[in-house]
């Protein structure tokens, strides 16, 4: 069975604050997904990380992918209250594409 | 182009119940797969279809059916509902089913409670 662990759970900080989440396995992923999902909605891709040690940045939020495709983190710098929200990272482990995905962060940041 | 859509958004059964939830995938995507996502929790994959044909399956009970259409979109059947499936039942679509590293879009899902 292959398990993503998520940390931390919660996470509360304040605005402008830099904050990096981590999603780790003792599986090798072929790619992984970080989405972010609001209450009551679907999740919505933020990016996909394939290569290992493979970094990529969409604005103030920067992933990498592990030198050995077992682990990724995301990092956000200078939160904002817009940044709140269920983040999620799912790992792709065989053809086809279903997702194992972790049990999420959930960030909150206060104005 | 329209996402996933999915419907209803909101349903309400009662134990023993049977639900049927459906999902329309991205124009153009073939491939349709199923998440319960537990509130709470991650979501957790429970079917994917490709094709009109069954690629995957999840660790759910055999009261968890599904199946997808010429048109490619798709149903999720639960039968003998219990409490415990009380959930948020998300739909995802990609472009193919059996390539690797294939991006899945989420719909807004089905809140399903169980009564």
């Known amino acids: 069975t292959q398990l993503l662990e998520q940390s931390p759970q919660f996470l509360s900080i304040q605005e402008g604050e830099n904050l990096t989440v981590y999603c780790n396995s003792s599986s090798v992923f072929s790619s992984l997904q970080w989405y ?5 909605e679907g999740p919505v891709l933020l990016v996909t990380v394939v290569t290992g040690g493979e ?8 992933f990498q992918f592990g030198d050995a495709r077992k682990d990724s983190s995301l990092h956000i710098t200078a939160a904002q209250p817009g940044d709140t929200g269920l983040y999620l990272c799912a790992g792709m482990w065989r053809a086809g ?4 995905f972790g049990g999420g962060t959930r960030l ?3 104005p | 182009d329209a996402g996933v859509t999915q419907s209803p958004t909101h349903l309400i059964k009662t134990r023993g119940q049977h639900v049927t939830l459906r999902c329309s995938p991205i ?10 996502q537990v509130l709470g929790q991650g979501p957790q994959f429970i079917f994917q279809y490709y094709e009109k044909e069954e690629r995957g399956r999840g660790n759910f009970p055999d009261r968890f059916s599904a199946r997808q259409f010429p048109n490619y979109s798709s149903e999720l ?6 409490l415990g499936d009380s959930a948020l039942y998300l739909c995802a679509s990609s472009l193919e089913g059996g390539e690797l590293n294939t991006e899945a879009f989420f719909g807004q899902g089905t809140r399903l409670t169980v009564v």
């Open chain 1, 55 to 62: 970094v990529k940045k969409l604005k103030r939020l920067t």
């Open chain 2, 27 to 36: 124009s153009g995507h073939k491939s349709v797969s199923w998440y319960q």
């Open chain 1, 108 to 110: 909150m940041v206060k």
């Open chain 1, 97 to 100: 594409n279903m997702l194992t």
């Open chain 1, 36 to 40: 972010r999902q609001e209450p009551g």
């Open chain 2, 77 to 82: 059947n639960v039968n003998a509902l219990l």
